[in-house]
């Protein structure tokens, strides 16, 4: 269920931060503004990480986490969510919960790091940045 929510808050955030991030294309280096918006939809991006690499190190199937994917989600949110959990279950499943900790932790940091060095636009193919844009 938490995570059914934060799939929603990072919906939220997108959908309310399009017409701030639509620009970037534009500008070389983001306003104060933009750059709140953008740090805002890659906590997003990191909570959504870390839930998933949870959900793995707790021991879930792949077909259990295909099947609680939520449906009533952007196609965006949903797609990023389904190429996030398929990554999670590259890694293997430690059984201390130490090494699952850091599993945890090197999961959500490197999706976090990744969003927040392409301005967000990592999460989005320039097709699906278009369709975006053209939304609004």
């Not at 955030?13 to 933009?34: A, N």
């Not at 959900?55 to 609680?68: F, P, S, V, W, Y």
């Not at 949903?78 to 059984?95: N, V």
Request: net charge positive.
């Amino acid at each position: 269920m938490q995570l059914r929510i934060n799939s929603q808050l990072l919906l939220l955030v997108i959908s309310t931060t399009l017409v701030l991030t639509s620009f970037l294309v534009f500008t070389k280096t983001p306003s104060e503004e933009v750059q709140a918006s953008i740090e805002q939809i890659c906590n997003g991006v990191r909570k959504m990480a870390k839930g998933t690499m949870m959900i793995r190190q707790g021991g879930a199937t792949l077909k259990k986490a295909m099947d609680n994917l939520p449906k009533d989600v952007e196609p965006l949110v949903y797609k990023l969510r389904k190429s996030m959990t398929l990554k999670a279950f590259e890694i293997p499943r430690q059984t201390l919960k130490e090494f699952q900790d850091y599993e945890i932790t090197e999961f959500e940091n490197r999706y976090y790091r990744e969003c927040l060095k392409s301005n967000a636009k990592s999460i989005f193919t320039p097709e699906e940045y278009k369709k975006l844009r053209e939304k609004m």
